[in-house]
């Protein structure tokens, strides 16, 4: 039995996927060094001084190393088979946070033991990237079967979302959204995903343009109207073969279109609404009658989406100014140019923006950085450490790192295409979905292109919680892959 277990241990180094643990390893050291260039403010502290933010992460560095150490020597098949308990357990814990956890700056996401702090929400990443596997790993489970996988996988993913939304940690509960990548790689619907993408459209689109007016309503009301009937017009393409119906439509939305721009013109006492809306209605009326008559089902789906997003348009006031938190429509605001805020919510991303400008095409050399030094930018060795690369290290140094996460991405990809198990197949494209969500949205907030939500740069972002739960969620996948000759 000892020289099984041996020959296992064995066995799983040598098939480890050390170009992954190579990445992981430079990723980690170029975090030390970043988070030191960022909170390092001419005191000549050496890089390992715990007293410093650097010193400290390398403790978690050396932590993270001994738990990636013994996921690997963990027998695979125990993540396949504790898969619910763990996810179940982290639900508990996630449940718990909410009425244990300290005020922290509005959160209540963190556990405090003594001078130590934990997030458990980084933790439930895994966590639900494990249940979810674990789903579709079940006997002839097919998510396209029947409808209620869909509600078993949708359950898996939303239960802890709310958990963590009732924590009050908005940006740690959209990072679980990204698992919806998942569910279309094994089968979801493209529209799920288009609908979720015309909803984030239409949202900005809304808001931005709603204070200007166009045909007597607000000019973002006007713009997504006329977005829907695009998109019902060619949706209908799609799905119809000789475009009769689509023609029909178009010519419909045209008309009615010009009616609501003469109706101005003339000064009719209607604004444009009315006519929007009897153009959709009408047009969806006239697609479930073409459905019912020809039997073809998909054109319902035409239809429901065409009034769905009307019924979308009309409750985005209601969310922005009811739902989201004041400190929440702030930040949308500054982010969408709606408000000039430098001195509050805008302030760490001017101040972002005019480091990494200031960084030029070199950068001004390690530990130079004067925004950085002088601590423009607050929370930099977080959420904001991106920043000190492009100061100090120029548009060179952020190439070079953000060409070292899409190698990391792409070779997770890879694993995952490789696996011979639907569990590790679908775990790992969890692992590319987390990681492509984190390093999109942490690099939009510095630059600008998104609300700041605080999402963390994986391994670079200071914190023992965020370093050790990608590194779980990272040497989980590793051994994973390095049984997969088990099942050949």
């Known amino acids: 039995m000892e020289s099984r277990s041996i020959n296992r241990e064995a066995s799983t180094f040598r098939y480890l996927d050390w170009p992954t643990v190579v990445i992981y390893l430079l990723l980690v050291i170029a975090g030390v060094f970043s988070v030191y260039a960022a909170s390092y403010d001419f005191d000549h502290a050496s890089i390992f001084d715990y007293s410093e933010f650097s010193g400290k992460q390398i403790r978690w560095i050396g932590l993270a190393l001994g738990l990636a150490l013994v996921v690997l020597l963990i027998d695979a098949r125990m993540y396949e088979t504790y898969a619910y308990p763990i996810y179940v357990g982290m639900l508990f814990v996630l449940l718990i946070t909410i009425f244990v956890a300290p005020d922290i700056k509005g959160s209540r996401s963190w556990l405090v033991f003594g001078s130590m702090s934990m997030q458990p929400a980084e933790f439930g990443k895994f966590a639900t990237a494990l249940a979810l596997a674990k789903l579709f790993s079940g006997y002839n489970f097919k998510l396209n079967a029947k409808r209620s996988n869909y509600y078993r996988a949708f359950a898996i993913i939303f ?23 998942v569910l279309y790689r094994e089968g979801m619907s493209g529209l799920v995903l288009l609908a979720a993408l015309c909803a984030v ?33 060619c949706m209908l393409v799609a799905y119809c073969k000789k475009g009769v119906e689509a023609r029909n439509v178009f010519l419909w939305f045209l008309a009615t279109s010009a009616i609501a721009v003469a109706a101005h013109m003339l000064e009719w006492p209607l604004p444009a609404t009315p006519y929007f809306l009897t153009a959709i209605g009408v047009g969806a009326i006239y697609i479930v009658l073409v459905s019912l008559h020809t039997d073809r089902r998909k054109l319902l789906i035409t239809a429901g989406a065409a009034v769905g997003a009307v019924f979308f348009l009309f409750s985005v006031n209601y969310a922005f100014n009811t739902v989201l938190q004041p400190h929440q ?29 200031s960084g030029g095409f070199f950068g001004k050399g390690f530990l130079n950085g004067t925004q950085t030094k002088l601590k ?86 200071y914190g023992g919680s965020s370093l050790w739960s990608f590194t779980f969620l990272l040497f989980i996948l590793l051994r994973l892959d390095a049984a997969r000759r088990e099942h050949h």
Do not use: W
């Not at 239960?159 to 990548?181: D, N, V, W």
């Open 159 to 181: 239960i802890p979302i709310l958990l963590i939304l009732a924590q009050r940690e908005t940006g740690s509960a959209l990072a679980y959204l990204a698992l919806f990548f």
């Open 376 to 461: 423009y930018v607050p929370e930099q060795h977080t959420d904001f450490i991106f920043c000190t690369i492009g100061e100090e290290e120029g548009f060179i140094g952020s190439v070079a790192v953000l060409s070292l996460f899409l190698i990391l991405i792409l070779r997770i990809i890879h694993l995952a295409e490789r696996q011979p198990t639907t569990f590790a197949r679908v775990y790992a494209y969890c692992c590319a979905s987390y990681f492509t969500f984190h390093l999109a949205i942490n690099i939009g907030m510095v630059i600008g292109l998104c609300p700041v939500i605080g999402i963390p740069l994986p391994f670079f972002s």
């Open 329 to 357: 429509q702030q930040r949308i605001k500054v982010t969408l140019g709606l408000e000039e805020d430098l001195l509050n919510a805008g302030y760490n991303v001017n101040q972002s923006k005019i480091a990494i400008g």
């Open 201 to 233: 459209v239409f949202f900005v689109v809304a808001i931005k343009y709603g204070q200007d007016t166009f045909l007597d309503i607000p000019l973002g009301e006007a713009i997504v109207f006329g977005l829907i009937e695009l998109i019902t017009v």
